[in-house]
Structure formats: structure tokens, C-alpha cells
């Protein structure tokens, strides 16, 4: 899971920064709204935490900017105005969430995890593939309901496949999803082949009733046994 901050005080986008990758999210920083478009714009994210006023813009315009790109990540306001107009205006652009600051990083917490069940998941807090059953808030695989130990990157990469089922994905894609901005202008994906390779042997080994599959010169993608 990879999450945006878009935010230009300091110390806030410490705390948050910190306090997400503890919670093993993907973070990436923007400090302010010309690095906010600029991001928003090169990459997708399943979270975006969007502070309205930035020194040289205003986040409502960033997340203008995300929807007339026809882009669906989820979005949820942090601002430290308690202004109902920002939060009607931020709520009829089509953000998912709004918060005031000061706010608990507990609260925030539970917020991003609706607001990507929501999106992500259908409502549900896990994902369903064929035997394998995957909380995404426990980090937890089970196949058959029997646990499958994971390293947090082989987690991640099969989380990212249970959301994209039905779809081909590319190296770049799972490359910047599950490793972070930048990364996809990296021209040796070795580290991707070795994780999709040892997870491959743990589905086998767990007798997952589904496998990826190379696509050649595609990219990877779901395949029932
Ligand atoms: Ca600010």
C-alpha cells in the first residue's frame, strides 16, 4: 500500500511519515502543491493525505487536478482550518475523508483503512483468492485457513495481485506500488523476479489453488490451477 502526503509543515510531515512506515505503508512526501500535481500526475497511490493550504497553492486544487485526470485514488483531507466550507467544497470534489487538526494518529489510522477497504477491498477487511484468504489490516495469508509465512514485500506483492485479479501487471507497476515513486525508472527489476519467486514456492508448497504467471514481456498475472 503506498500513501501520498502532501503536506508542508515539517514536524507533521515527519510524525506522519514515520508513523506510516511503522505501520508498513509505502510513504511518499510532497511538500508542496507544485510537488503535490507533479506526483499526483507521474503516479498512483491507494491513499493521498491532502493538507488544503500549501505555501504556493491550495490542496482543493490538487485534488481537482486528480479528478479531472480521471484518477482513483482515495483522498482524505487534513486541514487545520475547522472551515465547513473547505470541507463541503473538499467533500463535493470527491475526497473521501475530511479531519481537523489536531488529530489523533490513531484516528487517522482507522480512516486511511476504511477509506482502502472501501476502495480496495469491497467494504471487507480481507481479500478472497480462490483458497487464499488475505487480511490486509492483520497482514495475515491463509491458505486453507492455515497461516503462510510471508516477508512484508511477498504480502504486499500478493495483495497487490488479489486487487488486480483479472488484470496483467506490469513490472514497473508492482515495482512502484510495492517499492515507491522512482523506482520505476529503475532498469533491472531482479529484485521483483526473486520475491515473485519465492512467494511462487510458498503458494505451491501451501497448495494455493492459483499461481502468477509470466506474461512475456508483459508483466505477471493471476493464474487458476
Ligand atoms: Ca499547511
Given at each position: 500500500?503506498?500513501?501520498?502526503?502532501?503536506?508542508?509543515?515539517?514536524?507533521?510531515?515527519?510524525?506522519?511519515?514515520?508513523?506510516?512506515?511503522?505501520?508498513?505503508?509505502?510513504?511518499?512526501?510532497?511538500?508542496?502543491f507544485?510537488?503535490?500535481?507533479d506526483?499526483?500526475?507521474?503516479?498512483?497511490?491507494?491513499?493521498?493525505?491532502?493538507?488544503?493550504?500549501?505555501?504556493?497553492?491550495?490542496?482543493?486544487?490538487?485534488?481537482?487536478?486528480?479528478?479531472?485526470?480521471?484518477?482513483?485514488?482515495?483522498?482524505?483531507?487534513?486541514?487545520?482550518?475547522?472551515?465547513?466550507?473547505?470541507?463541503?467544497?473538499?467533500?463535493?470534489?470527491?475526497?473521501?475523508?475530511?479531519?481537523?487538526?489536531?488529530?489523533?494518529?490513531?484516528?487517522?489510522?482507522?480512516?486511511?483503512?476504511?477509506?482502502?477497504?472501501?476502495?480496495?477491498?469491497?467494504?471487507?477487511?480481507?481479500?478472497?483468492?480462490?483458497?487464499?484468504?488475505?487480511?490486509?489490516?492483520?497482514?495475515?495469508?491463509?491458505?486453507?485457513?492455515?497461516?503462510?509465512?510471508?516477508?512484508?514485500?511477498?504480502?504486499?506483492?500478493l495483495?497487490?495481485?488479489?486487487?488486480?485479479?483479472?488484470?496483467?501487471?506490469?513490472?514497473?507497476?508492482?515495482?512502484?506500488?510495492?517499492?515507491?515513486?522512482?523506482?520505476?525508472?529503475?532498469?533491472?527489476?531482479?529484485?521483483?523476479?526473486?520475491?515473485?519467486?519465492?512467494?511462487?514456492?510458498?503458494?505451491?508448497?501451501?497448495?494455493?489453488k492459483?499461481d502468477?504467471?509470466?506474461?512475456?514481456?508483459?508483466?505477471?498475472?493471476?493464474?487458476?490451477?
Open positions: 500500500m503506498k500513501i501520498l502526503v502532501v503536506e508542508d509543515e515539517p514536524e507533521m510531515q515527519k510524525l506522519l511519515s514515520q508513523f506510516l512506515q511503522e505501520e508498513n505503508y509505502v510513504v511518499e512526501e510532497a511538500h508542496d507544485l510537488s503535490g500535481m506526483k499526483i500526475a507521474a503516479y498512483d497511490y491507494d491513499c493521498i493525505l491532502l493538507d488544503i493550504t500549501l505555501p504556493d497553492g491550495s490542496g482543493l486544487d490538487v485534488l481537482r487536478e486528480l479528478k479531472r485526470l480521471g484518477k482513483a485514488d482515495s483522498v482524505i483531507i487534513i486541514s487545520a482550518k475547522n472551515s465547513i466550507e473547505d470541507k463541503v467544497q473538499g467533500l463535493d470534489l470527491g475526497a473521501d475523508d475530511y479531519l481537523t487538526k489536531p488529530f489523533h494518529i490513531t484516528e487517522l489510522n482507522a480512516r486511511i483503512k476504511s477509506v482502502i477497504r472501501r476502495k480496495k477491498a469491497d467494504g471487507k477487511s480481507y481479500l478472497i483468492m480462490e483458497n487464499v484468504k488475505i487480511n490486509i489490516e492483520e497482514r495475515l495469508a491463509l491458505v486453507d485457513e492455515i497461516p503462510m509465512e510471508l516477508n512484508r514485500k511477498e504480502f504486499d506483492i495483495v497487490f495481485f488479489g486487487m488486480n485479479k483479472s488484470r496483467i501487471v506490469s513490472k514497473s507497476a508492482i515495482a512502484e506500488n510495492i517499492w515507491g515513486d522512482y523506482i520505476d525508472q529503475s532498469n533491472d527489476f531482479d529484485f521483483i523476479y526473486s520475491q515473485i519467486k519465492n512467494l511462487r514456492k510458498k503458494l505451491r508448497e501451501h497448495k494455493a492459483f502468477i504467471s509470466a506474461v512475456y514481456g508483459m508483466g505477471y498475472k493471476l493464474s487458476l490451477k
